[in-house]
């Protein structure tokens, strides 16, 4: 009887050792298995894994453990942005004025033998004078033509000087604004002189023809011995080379329009 009692005592001893041991062995597996393929994370772990939680700033770290975060646009609207139209700059052609310019300049050249530079000094400012009095700035360069070819220090004998033939003994006090007498042969002042006398004669004779005999001194002439038609001539051809209509007509010698041996009366 006794003997039997040991025996049932030994065997439930070694029972509940083999089930430690077991139990032992089972954590060990487990564990080990842990190790090799962790578990799934944890919910804090998941959001901080995308972005919707902030790491934990270790000790002693300057910086937060995470991605740069990409800048989004200060512009609330989803829609993306309009590319601004690309405006086509057309080159822009000459004003019809410089052409003409150009024309007159490249004719006086070809006619009367003058450096193109000054050439195109006098018609510049031909063109200026006439806007300014209110005249026509080829009758003008037609003037030029007829009393001095383009020369701007002609002279004659009865006083007449510079581009417009200006008589400057009888209109000194024209030239003073511009520094005296001297000023006959500067190119501005000789010719803002000879439009004003030639819009004086204008608005008191009432025409051009009228105008034209009066500035040539024979207002109280019979005839202006075809001045005045031989400037209106040499103004109708400058018309022609400053629109381009055959240009030709023009080539003709410096001597067919003689100079008037002295206006600006």
């Known amino acids: 009887m006794n003997v039997g009692a040991r025996s049932q005592r030994v065997g439930w001893k070694d029972v509940a050792t083999a ?97 193109a530079d000054h050439a195109s000094s006098v018609v510049a400012i031909a063109y200026r004078i006439a806007e300014d009095v209110k005249l026509d700035p080829l009758l003008l360069l037609a003037v030029i033509s007829a009393e001095s070819s383009f020369d701007p220090l002609a002279q004659n004998r009865s006083g007449a000087q510079g581009l417009m033939q200006i008589r400057t003994h009888l209109h000194v006090e024209r030239f003073e604004p511009f520094g005296g007498k001297d000023a006959a042969f500067d190119l501005h002042a000789n010719i803002r002189v000879g439009a004003d006398l030639l819009r004086g004669h204008l608005v008191r004779e009432g025409s051009i023809e009228a105008a034209l005999k009066a500035y040539v001194g024979a207002a109280r002439r019979p005839h202006d011995s075809g001045y005045g038609a031989r400037v209106l001539r040499t103004r109708d051809l400058l018309k022609a080379v400053a629109e381009g209509r055959d240009a030709l007509v023009l080539r003709g010698s410096p001597d067919e329009f003689p100079r008037a041996g002295g206006a600006g009366s």
């Open 19 to 115: 089930l430690v041991v077991a139990a032992c062995l089972t954590m060990s597996v487990v564990g080990a298995l842990w190790l090799i393929n962790p578990a799934r994370p944890s919910a804090a772990s998941a959001a901080i894994a995308s972005g919707a939680a902030e790491p934990p700033k270790l000790a002693g770290q300057g910086r937060w453990l995470r991605k740069p975060a990409v800048r989004e646009s200060p512009s609330t609207n989803s829609e993306p942005a309009t590319p601004e139209p690309v405006t086509v700059t057309e080159p822009r052609l000459p004003d019809e004025r410089i052409v003409a310019q150009r024309r007159l300049v490249a004719n006086i050249v070809e006619r009367h033998r003058v450096d």
